[in-house]
């Protein structure tokens, strides 16, 4: 049975903070699932929100029906943009595992809610549209991430304290879900304030206990208070100065601070983020908040700041529309259906099903490498950041940097897709050479990690396909191979890369070498392999570029003509020569 019920629907957001609004290729909508309310929101890649719409959630009425009201919200955003639309992004109540898709476990605030197949079921009523899935805690928190009050920071934490209490973890630009899918979940941290209190949780001893909003008002009305009927009664009170509602405030103001304290002193983030309603108790509940964080926090963190969510009612729907940006391969694989001439042909579901809208954001378009040499004035990751960001103004359409202090600094700064690695080592191998040097590209945020994708041995010792495994299991990044030959891109494929490089050829001893780009293998490499391809290496004029594209290349990547200036000099420097009358003396 479908939900009935009003829908509010609202149009291109002005004067809201999200920036101007872009062209509408490529749109997202994101949508957030809750108990008493469905919301979906239009998104475009600067994070605009171009239109949204509400509905309540029939949570009674069990799994089909808000999935049929889910559907529904993302059509009704889209409107005749409906073609433009690449991906869904959902957030939702419950405990969701983001691999599969599925609801791991749900409150019976949703009737059958857990189980439920929530990529899969909403992927089929759009026509296979892929769909990338995240609790709604962690769709907040990359929203605040991406446009709100942690934009530029690589690492965040973000604490939610309404009904419950929960939170969610940002490392290097992506909402970390842990293993198990229950990473954030803050609310179940034992505090003293909270000894034999029951949690909702079904244990005892937790923050959620006496610090959520009901937590709040429920030890009011236990304590004798009559003044006040609800949470936001008991905050008016407080700020009169009633002592009992005080208390109360402070009591939970202080103990939620305590347990933000230990996450901090364990995560080490550069902003906390704290919102959800109890927030709008004021002064008498901020004021001990602070005060028992810096009564926790080690030394080094006291100057951490603590602020309010900036995007309390858009933050949700623009983090669920970040995720297909940075979710796998895996986690973005959409239903099997039949298409129909309404539904969307874009980009992520025509030539390239299953690959995330990272890829198909370079699709055709210039990624710049921005790298400096060891002992060269500009290597300093400051301005390699700074390169990054004049290349971004310039129209790049991705960024590849090397070094995990420059990948940090540029994530933070930019939202455009990551190729990242690290050059380490005097060995044959030195592009990411080993394992821990890929998990910790992973670990920066960047959203490819670029290998050595050749035959040759590693450091480490182990094999292309055990590392291409261990960060498809470990991290949310996928893997570029750098390889010098069709051999080697051939095997780099069949051992799981999801895109390969030619950035190698004429750098190994049995590839082609030369001035001028290796077409021919970017050409054999887009002919014979089943995953996109980039052509790097000596791309240096435009029409180099355009020709290989022109071979079959995915994307292109340009380094040394745009941003190596000793190079770039002395190409000029040498082109230039004068006859000896040419000369003059000073």
Not at 107 to 114: D, H, I, M, P
Not at 192 to 216: I, N, Q, Y
Request: charged letters at 15%.
């Amino acid at each position: 049975m479908k939900a009935t019920g009003m829908s509010s629907v609202s149009g291109p957001a002005t004067g809201t903070g999200f920036g101007e609004t872009k062209t509408s290729a490529g749109l997202v909508v994101g949508v957030d699932i809750g108990g008493t309310k469905t919301a979906a929101g239009l998104v475009d890649p600067s994070g605009a929100l171009l239109a949204s719409a509400t509905r309540p959630t029939p949570a009674a009425e069990g799994r089909e029906a808000i999935l049929d009201t889910a559907a529904e919200l993302v059509r009704s955003v889209a409107g005749d943009r409906w073609g433009s639309v690449t991906a869904v992004g959902v957030g939702s109540a419950g405990v969701i595992d983001p691999e599969r898709g599925v609801v791991v476990s749900a409150t019976t605030s949703l009737t059958g809610w857990a189980g439920t197949d929530l990529r899969g079921g909403l992927s089929r009523r759009l026509g296979g549209l892929p769909v990338a899935t995240a609790n709604d805690v962690q769709a907040h928190a990359l929203g605040e991430h991406w446009r709100g009050a942690a934009a530029g920071c690589a690492d965040v934490l973000l604490v939610a304290v309404g009904t419950g209490v929960g939170a969610s973890i940002v490392l290097g630009g992506r909402v970390r879900h842990g293993p198990h899918a229950v990473a954030g979940h803050a609310g179940h941290v034992p505090v003293p304030a909270a000894a034999g209190a029951p949690c909702p949780c079904g244990g005892t001893g937790h923050v959620e206990a006496v610090a959520s909003g009901p937590a709040l008002l429920a030890e009011y009305l236990r304590r004798g208070g009559t003044g006040a009927a609800d949470l936001a009664g008991v905050a008016r009170l407080a700020a009169a100065g009633d002592p009992l509602a005080t208390d109360v405030l402070v009591t939970g103001g202080t103990a939620l601070g305590q347990a933000i304290g230990g996450l901090m002193n364990v995560i080490d983030p550069e902003i906390v983020v704290i919102g959800g309603g109890v927030t709008g108790c004021g002064d008498p509940w901020w004021q001990p908040v602070r005060a028992a964080i810096a009564a926790e926090t080690l030394p080094a963190l006291r100057d951490v700041p603590i602020v309010p969510a900036a995007l309390p009612s858009t933050a949700a729907l623009l983090g669920a529309a970040r995720l297909p940006l940075t979710t796998t391969p895996t986690a973005m694989t959409t239903a099997t259906a039949t298409r129909t001439p309404d539904t969307p042909a874009g980009p992520m579901t025509s030539t390239t099903p299953g690959h995330p809208a990272v890829l198909e954001a370079i699709r055709g378009r210039v990624v710049v490498s921005c790298q400096a040499y060891p002992g060269e004035p500009m290597r300093d990751p400051g301005t390699m950041c700074r390169i990054a960001q004049a290349a971004a103004e310039g129209g790049a359409a991705g960024i590849r940097a090397q070094g995990i202090e420059d990948l940090r600094r540029i994530r933070a700064a930019l939202d455009l897709p990551l190729i990242g690695l690290w050059k380490d080592g005097d060995g044959e191998v030195f592009i990411t050479p080993t394992l821990d040097h890929a998990l910790a590209v992973a670990g920066t945020g960047a959203d490819i990690v670029a290998v050595d994708g050749t035959l040759r041995p590693r450091p480490d010792g182990r094999t292309f396909a055990e590392i291409v495994a261990a960060v498809h299991d470990r991290t949310g990044s996928l893997v570029m191979a750098d390889v010098s030959t069709h051999e080697e891109g051939v095997a780099a494929a069949e051992a799981g890369a999801d895109v390969v490089g030619t950035t190698l050829s004429g750098h190994t001893p049995y590839s082609r070498p030369g001035p001028s780009p290796d077409l021919d293998l970017v050409a054999a490499l887009s002919r014979d392999l089943p995953v996109p391809v980039i052509a790097e290496g000596r791309i240096h004029t435009p029409e180099q570029a355009g020709a290989a594209i022109e071979a079959g290349a995915h994307a292109v990547v340009v380094g040394t003509a745009i941003t190596h200036p000793t190079t770039i000099t002395r190409w000029f420097a040498d082109s230039v020569t004068r006859s000896p009358r040419e000369v003059r003396s000073e």
